[in-house]
């Protein structure tokens, strides 16, 4: 099991900001697990909680990965800014999908680079 977060490369964010970003999106499919994949979380949490960070171009990859992810029965989330600091709000800036079986979150993320 495992949870990879994919993070928008265009938007220059500094490293604080992609770690606050990953932070979102990584508790928010995780709660979508806990409550609809249950099974999934609980052997995901006693594992280690395995998670991994890549990168996409831009915003229409993103959504794109994002759309798979739940048309695939996939715990997804998607992060959109709220503009208090460095983005204009709404602006989508990261993916989670999982946590979930590895072999079902690679078949979306196993092509992307290590952020």
């Known amino acids: ?67 798979e992810a739940i048309s695939n029965g996939l715990p997804a989330s998607i992060v959109r800014d709220a503009g208090l600091t460095e983005l204009p709000p709404g602006t989508i800036t990261a993916v989670a999908i999982g946590p979930a079986p590895d072999d079902r979150v690679d078949k979306l993320t196993g092509g992307l680079k290590l952020l």
């Open 1 to 67: 099991m495992k949870q990879v977060i994919v993070v928008r490369s265009d938007l220059e964010m500094s490293k604080g900001k992609i770690a606050a970003q990953v932070a979102h999106a990584s508790v928010i499919a995780a709660f979508e697990a806990y409550y609809n994949h249950r099974e999934w979380f609980n052997e995901w949490w006693n594992s280690g909680q395995k998670k991994i960070v890549v990168k996409v171009r831009g915003e229409e990859e993103l959504v794109k990965i994002y759309m």
